[in-house]
């Protein structure tokens, strides 16, 4: 069965310190990532998406990005945080034509 | 542009009474919908989906979901509610442009009171 992986749970940086959460994906093999924020308990943003190593996609301009080193493998990264970047981040996986995404367990980010 | 629209910020229902969280659906062509649910401090746990056939469509946990072309609705329901039923329900459309991208709306936080 297909696992999915997300750490850290929780973080606290400072502002203007770099970031970096990683997502892994157990028991499939090419699958669309995504790296979504949510805020405040409630909606989700969706940040970026893949479909395949070294191919991402972002959906809003900001101070975060992404990299896919290998086929199950989703990092999130910034270089340098914002207070604003403060949230909950979840990483979910796809297989094309199976349509419905799977979520990881979150981090929570706190930015301080 | 596709999107989906979840009207109520929260429902509250007494435990053992049936509930519905509604939901309403704008696209162009056939919906692929979803359902999922958080609870506090997790990721989503996917509920159920409509992609075809039956308007009614069955999931996990004891939720089910009408399919309503004709009021561009999908309600989430359970014939009877549990305590433990209690967190955050979005309703989700798959974005035809590809890569199976989701679309989701505000959510609605579920309170089942003992």
């Known amino acids: 069965s297909q696992t999915i992986h997300q750490w850290p749970a929780t973080l606290v940086q400072p502002v203007g310190s770099p970031l970096s959460l990683e997502c892994t994906v157990e028991g499939t093999s090419n699958p669309n990532l995504y790296w979504y924020r949510q805020a405040a308990g409630r909606g989700l943003q969706l940040l970026f998406y893949s479909i395949g190593i070294d191919q991402i996609s972002s959906e809003v301009p900001q101070n975060l990005s992404a990299s896919r080193p290998q086929d199950r493998q989703f990092i999130l990264s910034s270089k340098k945080l914002l207070l604003s970047d403060s949230g909950f981040y979840l990483c979910?996986?796809?297989?094309?034509?199976?349509?419905?995404?799977?979520f990881g367990p979150g981090t929570r980010l706190t930015v301080t | 542009a596709q999107s989906v629209a979840q009207p109520e910020d929260q429902v509250n229902v007494a435990e053992g009474n049936p509930l519905t969280v509604k939901c309403t659906y704008s696209v162009s062509g056939n919906p692929y919908l979803f359902w999922y649910v958080q609870y506090p401090n997790r990721g989503l746990q996917f509920l159920l989906k409509?992609?075809?056939?039956?308007?009614l469509v069955k999931g996990s946990y004891g939720f089910e979901a009408e399919f309503n072309k004709s009021q561009t609705s999908f309600h989430l329901k359970k014939p009877s509610a549990l305590v433990s039923d209690s967190a955050l329900y979005f309703c989700a459309v798959l974005n035809l442009g590809g890569y199976n991208k989701l679309i989701f709306g505000a959510g609605t936080r579920l309170a089942v009171h003992p």
């Open positions: 409509y992609i075809t056939g039956d308007n």
């Open positions: 979910a996986w796809s297989i094309s034509g199976d349509y419905e995404q799977y």
